[in-house]
């Protein structure tokens, strides 16, 4: 008998759920066309002016003596005010599962970096950022957030980090002297550890590995203009040498990665860049002087300024980065504007395209500063077919 009540309550129980279930449907559905009635146009497309008319128009939810019927309407307000923010994102190519590459790129919320997302994502593949903002910025690439090919992961890769991926772009590293002499510890464990990090991921992926090098691991060059086979003239223990002897020893460890391992590693030397995106304080000599000529500052150059650089455009550069990445080439290639001025002369232009009341004022000299700098790139036009298109 005791078990007949149990099963007479259990069906009364269920037919009661039942019974609110049909009644919670039935009345979803009323209280969305009562709203649809009362916005202007279809309830589906409402505009700013009708979302705001409908707030302040409509009368006390407690009024109308229905609680939910008004927690509906402010909720369906809300998810229609959500989608008219959409994020609408550059276009982007649509590749098939066998063209669509996995890359992951160190640094790259960076000036560099950032140009280099950009062209990847455009191009249709899956790009995963890796940077510790250090001297990257999110602003550099928030355009890109919330997109389904891309992926912002803070972390420093001083610590192992696990993904699978196809192409490792590893830019990671303060690039201007005054971030890279600030934390000099630092800036040689991210191009060492970090650069061993980025190795054994490509190592147990089997991921292609490109190494972004530096002019500087020719240091203060003996031999003009520098090409590949130079092995430079560089001070071990001056202020430029945790970066420049960290670029060398991470070169270093690329080839033993390949040698011993197998890993297959490109390597790209690149030569002074300009372009958006650059930090204004970053140090480099065009945010310099652009910086001091639109604050009426005097221009700063460093000894006489007769020393001498070649600037190539950011797109230039990210255009080499990915010939060289999806070439067949594993030997270091320069990457810069074989275009060479003297300090002096940018100072000259840059004052005069800015204008204003800047005069040039020279500094004494900074130690181990290059005096001449000028990339021979004949193997890149060779190898890569690349040269710049951006004169300078």
Known sequence: MSFTRKAQKMKYALATIVVLAVLFVLYGRTAEESLSKRLPGSSRNVSGDNLKRVKEDQPPIHAEGNVWHGKFQRLHLRVQELESRRKVYPTVKFLNYKERKRILITGGAGFVGSHLVDTLMIQGHEVTVVDNFFTGRKRNVEHWIGHENFELIRHDIVNPFFIEVDQIYHLASPASPPNYMYNPVKTL????????????????????????????????????????????????????????????????????????????????????????????????????????????????????????????????????????????????????????????????????????????????????????????ISRAKAVLRWQPKVRS
């Open 189 to 376: 464990k991210t191009n060492t550890v970090g650069t061993i990090n980025m190795l054994g991921l490509a190592k147990r992926v089997r991921a292609t590995l490109l190494l972004a090098s530096t002019s500087e691991v020719y240091g203060d060059p003996e031999v003009h203009p520098q090409k590949e086979e130079y092995w430079g003239h560089v001070n071990p223990i001056g202020p430029r040498a945790c970066y420049d002897e960290g670029k060398r020893v991470a070169e270093t460890m690329c080839y033993a990665y390949k040698k011993q391992d197998g890993v297959s590693v490109r390597v790209a030397r690149i030569f002074n860049t300009f372009g958006p995106r650059m930090h204004m304080n970053d140090g480099r000599v065009v945010s310099n002087f652009v910086l001091q000529a639109l604050q009426n500052k005097p221009i700063t150059v460093y000894g006489k300024g007769l020393q001498t650089r070649s600037f190539q455009y950011v797109s230039d550069l990210v255009d080499g980065l990915v010939a060289l990445m999806n070439s067949n080439y594993s030997m270091p290639v320069n990457i810069g504007n074989p275009d060479e001025h003297t300090i002096m002369e940018f100072a000259s232009l840059i004052k005069n395209l800015v204008g204003g009341s800047s005069i040039v004022r020279n500094n004494p000299a900074v130690e181990d500063d290059p005096q001449r700098r000028k990339p021979d």
